[in-house]
């Protein structure tokens, strides 16, 4: 049949790129031609979007917003970054969420990623005590700049921020840029 050199990461973009292949075949598509058509595919906006890197620091956007594409988006990442630093910063706007139905899958979730940022206020349940279990590396912020300040002070580089939201989120992936940048920016004058 053929090899596919994918671009994507994550078992579900494999898992998706063989159902498109048999698709295709049932479709009368010979899968050699299905290879090499998938292979030129960078995926769509929203899903593992590379946003731009700053002071050498990668920021990724992902539309991930219940646990089970939390940690398919994170163990995605983690195998295409190995053991790079992974900062996962959160934004639960889906109703869902926001009820806390699935707040006891959100640790397991997230425990490949090193730092957990939590963005929200008013979600009606404790997401410390949900979070709990993944001890120091979370933390919680109900403002939004100074959530961008925290990410930005703990980024390093060669690290991953890997931002996942089902909303515009404020504009956060390009004010972590901004902010990567002008504090990699040099001193001038004096």
């Given at each position: 049949?053929g090899l596919?050199?994918f671009?994507?990461q994550?078992?579900?973009?494999?898992?998706?790129a063989?159902?498109?292949?048999a698709a295709?075949?049932?479709?009368?598509?010979?899968p050699?031609q299905?290879?090499?058509?998938l292979?030129?595919?960078?995926?769509?906006?929203?899903?593992m979007e590379l946003?731009?890197?700053?002071?050498g620091?990668?920021v990724w956007d992902?539309?991930?917003?219940?646990?089970?594409?939390?940690a398919?988006t994170?163990?995605?990442?983690?195998?295409?970054v190995?053991?790079?630093?992974?900062?996962?910063?959160l934004?639960?706007?889906?109703?869902?969420?926001?009820?806390?139905?699935?707040?006891?899958?959100?640790?397991?979730?997230l425990?490949?990623a090193?730092?957990?940022?939590w963005?929200?206020?008013?979600?009606?349940?404790?997401?410390?005590?949900a979070l709990?279990?993944l001890?120091?590396a979370?933390?919680?912020?109900?403002?939004?700049?100074?959530?961008i300040a925290?990410?930005?002070?703990?980024?390093?580089?060669?690290?991953?921020?890997l931002?996942?939201?089902?909303?515009?989120?404020g504009?956060?992936?390009e004010?972590?840029?901004?902010?990567?940048s002008t504090?990699?920016?040099?001193?001038?004058?004096?």
């Amino acid at each position: 049949m053929g090899l596919l050199r994918f671009q994507l990461q994550g078992a579900h973009n494999l898992q998706n790129a063989l159902a498109a292949i048999a698709a295709a075949q049932a479709a009368g598509v010979d899968p050699k031609q299905a290879i090499q058509i998938l292979a030129r595919f960078k995926g769509v906006r929203r899903r593992m979007e590379l946003r731009g890197t700053a002071a050498g620091v990668a920021v990724w956007d992902d539309f991930a917003h219940h646990p089970t594409a939390i940690a398919t988006t994170v163990s995605g990442l983690r195998d295409e970054v190995g053991q790079a630093r992974i900062l996962a910063v959160l934004e639960l706007r889906s109703n869902t969420m926001r009820a806390g139905l699935m707040k006891d899958r959100l640790p397991v979730s997230l425990e490949q990623a090193d730092r957990v940022f939590w963005y929200g206020a008013n979600l009606g349940w404790d997401v410390s005590g949900a979070l709990a279990p993944l001890g120091d590396a979370v933390r919680t912020e109900s403002n939004l700049e100074r959530l961008i300040a925290a990410i930005v002070a703990e980024a390093q580089p060669g690290d991953q921020v890997l931002v996942m939201s089902n909303g515009g989120f404020g504009g956060i992936h390009e004010r972590l840029l901004a902010s990567l940048s002008t504090r990699a920016a040099p001193a001038t004058g004096a």
